[in-house]
């Protein structure tokens, strides 16, 4: 029969085999099944040995995510990285990885894009007060989202 951190160190690899987690998440999950926390501090450290709970990979497959699938701004992915447990330096060198590999204002200009396909009215300053509370939301810089509106509205009104 395996011991407890025997037990521990397969139900770690088990969820680890169902999607990557952070060491705070698996720790909290094998807390929440009722293992000692010894054991988990042990499963953790082989589990970390073998490389099989890795930080820094995590929390580059949550950035990739975040900005890939989800089309959130740097500020954003950050939040989400850090919300996972993961060390703030950790998750600020995979937030500069991963938007060193693309240009964060083509993502802010396809982010609006999504929201002004439902046909708003942007000559309304309420509308456009609006769009910059969710495009900052979004986690883009509020700087750029104001330059980015006051482009867009310019060039509607020329248009006109």
Excluded: N, W
């Excluded at 988990?40 to 995510?65: N, P, S, Y």
């Amino acid at each position: 029969m395996p011991d407890a951190a025997e037990r521990a160190y397969v139900a770690g690899l088990t969820l680890l085999a169902r999607r990557e987690l952070a060491e705070t998440q698996l720790r909290a999950r094998l807390i929440k099944r009722k293992f000692d926390p010894e054991d988990i501090d042990i499963a953790v450290a082989r589990l970390r040995r073998e490389r099989a709970i890795d930080d820094r990979r995590t929390a580059m497959a949550c950035a990739r995510t975040e900005v890939h699938v989800r089309h959130h701004g740097r500020v954003r992915v950050l939040r989400q990285i850090e919300a996972l447990g993961i060390a703030r330096d950790v998750a600020r060198q995979a937030v500069a990885e991963v938007f060193t590999e693309l240009d964060e204002a083509e993502l802010l200009e396809q982010a609006l894009d999504r929201r002004l396909r439902r046909g708003v009215d942007f000559s309304d300053p309420v509308i456009v007060r609006r769009m910059h509370r969710y495009l900052v939301g979004q986690g883009f810089d509020p700087s750029a989202v104001t330059g980015l509106l006051r482009r867009r509205r310019a060039s509607i009104a020329e248009s006109l």
